[in-house]
């Protein structure tokens, strides 16, 4: 994009002109200058006379130039003022010199205002060329996004085939695990109690996170229905208030009064929204608070925009690349599902999730979801 935009705008002209001090006092003491040749000539020298009111083009052309139709204009009013004086002077004794000078005024006025318009087509062109180049970088910004996320939403697809013929192969031999334990257990007694015991820990474990890869390689229908958000944040802190005030952490969720009731399939939002709070919980580890805000926000179109904080200690800036990145985790006992299935969920809303560091410390991920899928207003 830095490419495109620079070998657009590399010989592009400035597309404003500023009016200087030192443009004005060009003009105007090429005007005066002009001027005193004229009043200081003999009038009897009549060919020096034709010569000098020529030399008038000069800073009327420059005007124009400058600073346009209004300001060409301007300086052949300027030029007309101080010429038109000896103009009169030298009328009696030369009336055809007379005659050639107002005929001279009059093409003042008409190079002032071809150029002027000239150079004011010039600048709209030029303006027009530089809001090209910027659509065009913006352009290819978008369709560089557009080619990343097709190769994202490529990989995972097979990311996902792969998860999901594992979990299938995986599922069988824990089950036998599972009954070879059970038949242990009733063969050997309490001998083999907390042998039996931590292979079931396991085996447990070990079916949770296949599980997990079943639910994240399954093709997820989204069952949207018109949901107040201000419920929908309700049944979220329900959810977390007992591990909230185990851990000395204030819940703070608000929604605006004016949102309208959006289509949401509202358990996997729910369920979105629950684990990115857990993992703000397991960030705090300890007391400190978690927020949602809910809100409606214009960004190419009406969305709902909801925003989870925590005060913690934040995500590094090296991982947050990675954080919704499939089996990515940095937890010993994480499997490294849990934000892949947020951005999923959202993403499956027509919507899109990231993650920012909070200034002065914390974690913070934007939830963006359009509310033209179904806009009903609250009754």
């Known amino acids: 994009m830095n490419r495109l935009a620079k070998a657009l705008s590399k010989d592009r002209p400035t597309t404003h002109t500023p009016y200087g001090r030192m443009d004005l006092v060009i003009i105007g003491a090429s005007l005066l200058l002009v001027t005193g040749l004229h009043y200081s000539t003999w009038p009897g020298l009549r060919e020096l006379h034709a ?3 020529y030399f008038y083009f000069l800073p009327i052309v420059y005007a124009a130039l400058r600073f346009g139709f209004w300001g060409g204009l301007s300086a052949s009013l300027a030029a007309s003022l101080l010429f038109a004086p000896h103009i009169f002077f030298k009328w009696g004794s030369f009336p055809e010199d007379g005659l050639n000078d107002l005929l001279v005024v009059v093409v003042f006025y008409g190079v002032a205002m071809i150029t002027g318009v000239g150079a004011d087509r010039l600048r709209e062109s030029q303006a027009a060329l530089a809001r090209t180049a910027t659509d065009l970088a913006r352009s290819l910004h978008r369709l560089e996004a557009q080619g990343e996320e097709l190769r994202r939403a490529e990989r995972l697809s097979s990311l996902g085939t792969l998860a999901g013929g594992l979990a299938h192969e995986i599922r069988n031999p ?5 009954a070879t334990a059970q038949i242990i257990a009733m063969e050997c007694g309490p001998e083999a109690a907390e042998s039996v015991g931590i292979i079931q820990q396991e085996t447990e474990r070990v079916e949770r996170l296949v599980q997990e890869l079943l639910t994240f390689a399954g093709d997820v229908d989204i069952d949207a229905h018109p949901t107040d958000v201000r419920l929908l944040l309700d049944e979220v802190r329900h959810r977390l208030q007992p591990l909230a005030l185990r851990g000395g952490v204030a819940l703070a969720f608000a ?3 004016r949102l309208p009731l959006v289509s949401l399939d509202a358990r996997r939002m729910e369920d979105a929204l629950v684990n990115l709070c857990m993992n703000s919980l397991q960030a705090l580890d300890g007391p400190g608070t978690i927020a949602i805000d809910a809100s409606q926000i214009n960004d190419n ?3 709902l925009e909801m925003r989870v904080s925590d005060d913690g200690s934040g995500i590094p800036e ?3 690349p990675l954080i919704f990145d499939p089996f990515f ?3 010993d006992d994480g499997v490294g599902l849990g934000l892949s299935m947020v951005q999923r969920t959202v993403e499956d809303h027509g919507g899109r999730i ?3 560091k909070r200034m ?3 974690s913070l991920f934007v939830l963006r979801i359009p509310l033209n899928r179904a806009e009903i207003e609250p009754q």
């Not at 824990?174 to 599972?178: D, K, N, P, T, Y």
């Open 51 to 53: 010569v000098y009111r």
């Open 174 to 178: 824990v089950g036998i695990i599972r």
């Open 255 to 257: 929604a605006s009064d």
């Open 301 to 303: 179109g009406a969305m």
């Open 318 to 320: 090296s991982v947050l």
């Open 329 to 331: 985790t940095t937890k």
């Open 354 to 356: 990231w993650a920012e």
């Open 360 to 362: 002065g410390g914390g």
